[in-house]
T-cell receptor, first 113, second 111 residues
Framework: AQSVTQPDIHITVSEGASLELRCNYSYGATPYLFWYVQSPGQGLQLLLK??????LVQGIKGFEAEFKRSQSSFNLRKPSVHWSDAAEYFC???????????FGTGTRLTIIP | DTGVSQDPRHKITKRGQNVTFRCDPI?????LYWYRQTLGQGPEFLTYFQNEAQLEKSRLLSDRFSAERPKGSFSTLEIQRTEQGDSAMYLC?????????FGSGTRLTVV
């Protein structure tokens, strides 16, 4: 069965500092991997996805993620965070056949001045 | 195209009542998914449709839950005899070959 682990429940970063959110997955084949962002009371917005090819994926809002098969990881990075990046971030792994997503428990990002 | 629409945005109901939520997917998307998200957790898969066929249901979907997608367009999710444990955000998503889009969700509160 597929699973996702986001080891950090809450991260606090200063505005302008770099960010890395960790994600480890378990999946039997080549995974589809996603990062979503969710503001309070809102739905999920896709930041980026990895299906195949280049292991460094660029997304919206200046985010990127790197797929590392040897580490079963898909960490999200941003070189300089903005106050508007404060939100909940979810990593997800998808099934190639039915595209059903399995989500991690999320990482809440707080930005301090 | 305005994306995936869900109605209502919020629903407060008394325990034991039935509720129904609606999801309008992106028109050309053939797959439609329902997820449930409780406070502090990631979304959990409930069920999905390919066109009008319901192809998979999670064990989370008890017999009080039923979902339909008549004519392969919009979908409804009904919860009968609601319980306090049903309080959650119900998210709908649609996809076409990996292009996955979520709606804003319906927040259900059972009192």
């Amino acid at each position: 069965a597929q699973s996702v682990t986001q080891p950090d429940i809450h991260i606090t970063v200063s505005e302008g500092a770099s960010l890395e959110l960790r994600c480890n997955y378990s999946y039997g084949a080549t995974p589809y991997l996603f990062w979503y962002v969710q503001s309070p009371g809102q739905g999920l917005q896709l930041l980026l996805k990895y299906f195949s090819g280049d292991t460094l994926v660029q997304g919206i809002k200046g985010f990127e993620a790197e797929f590392k098969r040897s580490q079963s990881s898909f960490n999200l990075r941003k070189p300089s965070v903005h106050w508007s990046d404060a939100a909940e971030y979810f990593c997800a792994v998808g099934n190639f056949g039915n595209e059903k997503l399995t989500f991690g428990t999320g990482t809440r990002l707080t930005i301090i001045p | 195209d305005t994306g995936v629409s869900q109605d209502p945005r919020h629903k407060i109901t008394k325990r034991g009542q039935n509720v129904t939520f609606r999801c309008d997917p992106i028109s050309e998307h053939n797959r439609l998914y329902w997820y449930r998200q409780t406070l502090g957790q990631g979304p959990e898969f409930l069920t999905y449709f390919q066109n009008e066929a319901q192809l998979e249901k999670s064990r989370l979907l008890s017999d009080r839950f039923s979902a339909e997608r008549p004519k392969g367009s919009f979908s409804t999710l009904e919860i009968q005899r609601t319980e306090q444990g049903d309080s959650a955000m119900y998210l709908c998503a649609s996809s076409l070959q990996g292009g996955y889009t979520f709606g804003s969700g319906t927040r259900l509160t059972v009192v």
